[in-house]
């Protein structure tokens, strides 16, 4: 069963490349192999290599200048997994895609299921959602998890900047009235293969061609709960030298920190139609932090 990996080089897909290789010979494709605006070349490669599984980890992350870059941001997350779609259709293919919790306007007061109406707010979370409804129009095969928060050792991400601004700062105002759940790269790319294998011996498909599933750890917090976690657990670990403590770090309301691109208040997902489907308990994002905080102070340290 041959597998076309898009995103390699990105937080998921770095860890889909482990994750994915048990389950038959993995093509990983990072953007000098496939770049996703570049539709014909998309569809060339898929036609060329006939996956049986193709996984979609390549998305426009940069949520603030999306505001700006609309149409390439719509291009690469909503146009390229429709194209995607439509070629995992016509092969019999089962297409794997990651969405987002800003499909949501975050107003709802408790965590949102799957079936609860999207309204997004920004370009990219438009994008995103434009992305889904491409995929399921397709028709085909196709499994959607939407996740929120992630982060891992690889890549830019929320931990690696509080990190770095504990380096340099002594003091630090981080919003604490937007709340979701840190998801772990690692967590996405393991209940990923789990999902696959489950779907490879015909179970959990039978009864819907497209699943849709949101993905994510089980404890939620505020950024500032998180920022708080991550200086107090980095200060335990070896080889980290921050000025910064987590008593100084000040909670303040999201009117005080303006972005281009509103973010959802609500982020928090409901995952009992994955935990229910596969058999799956999301896990606590902390233990993968602690992990993520030694392998960075062994790598700063040379080993």
């Not at 438009?126 to 992630?150: D, H, Q, Y």
């Not at 281009?260 to 993968?288: H, I, K």
Request: aromatic fraction near 6%; charged fraction near 25%; glycine fraction near 8%.
């Amino acid at each position: 069963m041959g597998i076309l990996l898009l995103g390699k080089d990105g937080q998921v897909g770095w860890q889909l490349q482990r994750s994915l290789a048990p389950h038959g010979p993995v093509i990983a494709c990072g953007r000098s192999d496939c770049d996703l605006t570049d539709l014909d070349r998309l569809r060339s490669m898929v036609r060329q290599l006939k996956p049986a599984v193709v996984v979609n980890a390549s998305a426009y992350t940069a949520v603030d200048r999306a505001e700006s870059e609309a149409e390439l941001a719509m291009r690469v997350n909503g146009e390229a997994p429709g194209l995607l779609a439509e070629e995992t259709a016509r092969l019999g293919a089962l297409l794997i895609h990651y969405s987002t919790d800003y499909v949501y306007d975050g107003r709802k007061t408790s965590p949102y299921l799957e079936s609860d109406p999207t309204n997004p707010q920004s370009v990219y979370g438009r994008s995103k959602l434009a992305g889904e409804e491409a995929i399921r129009a397709a028709g085909g095969k196709s499994v959607i998890f939407r996740t929120s928060w992630v982060f891992g050792a690889r890549g830019g991400n929320f931990v690696k900047t509080i990190l770095r601004l504990a380096r340099e700062k002594e003091s630090l105002n981080v919003v604490a009235d937007q709340v979701g759940s840190p998801t772990p790269a690692a967590m996405i790319a393991t209940v990923t293969g789990v999902v696959l294998a489950m779907l490879r011996k015909g179970r959990a498909m039978n009864r819907e061609k497209q699943r849709l599933y949101h993905l994510c750890s089980g404890r939620p917090v505020s950024w500032h709960e998180f920022a708080c976690t991550i200086v107090d657990r980095a200060g335990a670990v070896p080889g980290f030298d921050l000025r910064l403590t987590s008593e100084a770090i000040r909670a303040i309301a999201s009117s005080e920190y303006p972005t281009a691109a509103v973010r959802p208040a609500n982020s928090r997902l409901d995952c009992t139609r994955l935990e229910r489907d596969f058999g799956l308990q999301m896990p606590d994002w902390e233990p993968y932090l602690v992990r993520m905080l030694q392998l960075l102070s062994l790598k700063q340290n040379g080993y």
